[in-house]
């Protein structure tokens, strides 16, 4: 739990499920509450797939676990708070001058990506947990003094299979993508060779077990994640890495140039 609190509710963000405040350490936080109408599981996801992806050095948005009082939490419109309970909230540092995906191309090219190898990497990634809500508003485009794009990586809260609802039985349940990504194609027209791609692959294939066991381990016990979840989440990522580049290699048959 950080020592960071927020101190001024600023505003409900696109979507109502997050919510603008500044923190005492000068910036900008967009939080998400437990209990809110999508339900507590997205704040566990958030948080699991943040910290699987910092273990993999992907461009993860900065993020707290924060400690709201009901007091701090009456600060947003009664007609969310009315829903929200305090303690443990999931808080994703606020990053100005941004924007998501263009829904039609053309779409930057891949010399005005500061990153494009994160691309690869947030693709493999996405396929490893069920990422399949990656949508062109999932992914932030900052504009860079240079001119460039920096790719960042938002919004896991409908990882894995069940999404909001997950369980250990939709766990178990083997579920391909409904739709693919147009973030997802767009990083594979501007693949040149595989190797990034099989690179990103090892890297999940190798991600000891120990370090994916004390991501689940750290969940905050007041998010409401049974012991059975828990090992049925880690029995997931698991076996997912089993049939990962399978899964990736069809999609960008589809897709690469």
């Avoid at 101190?7 to 499920?17: F, H, I, R």
């Avoid at 709201?68 to 009456?74: D, F, L, N």
């Avoid at 053309?106 to 996405?126: C, Q, S």
Wanted: proline share 5%.
């Amino acid at each position: 739990m950080t020592s960071i609190v927020p101190e001024k509710y600023l505003e409900t963000l696109s979507g109502k499920a997050a919510h603008l405040f500044s923190f005492s350490d000068g910036n900008r936080y967009a939080v998400k509450c437990k209990n809110n109408f999508h339900g507590t599981r997205e704040l566990v996801n958030e948080f699991v797939v943040a910290r699987l992806g910092q273990l993999l050095s992907l461009p993860v948005v900065p993020f707290e676990i924060v400690n709201m009082s009901e007091e701090q939490i009456q600060q947003i419109p009664k007609t969310f708070s009315s829903r929200y309970k305090p303690g443990s909230q999931f808080a994703s540092l606020f990053i100005n001058n941004c924007t998501g995906l263009a829904k039609k191309p053309p779409h930057p090219a891949i010399k005005e990506v500061k990153n494009p190898h994160d691309l690869a990497g947030i693709l493999v990634f996405d396929y490893w947990v069920y990422g399949a809500d990656r949508t062109k508003s999932n992914i932030l485009l900052e504009r860079l003094p240079d001119g460039q794009y920096g790719i960042h990586m938002i919004d896991h809260g409908k990882c894995f299979p069940g999404g909001y609802k997950w369980n250990a039985e939709t766990l178990q349940k083997t579920k391909k993508f409904k739709k693919d990504s147009v973030v997802h194609i767009w990083t594979a027209g501007m693949l040149e060779d595989l190797k990034i791609i099989s690179s990103y692959i090892e890297q999940i294939v190798s991600l000891p077990e120990a370090s994916i066991e004390e991501v689940i381990r750290d969940i905050p016990m007041d998010w409401d994640v049974s012991r059975k979840d828990k090992e049925a989440l880690f029995t997931y990522l698991i076996e997912r890495k089993k049939t990962l580049a399978d899964s990736v290699y069809t999609f960008l048959k589809k897709y690469m140039n």
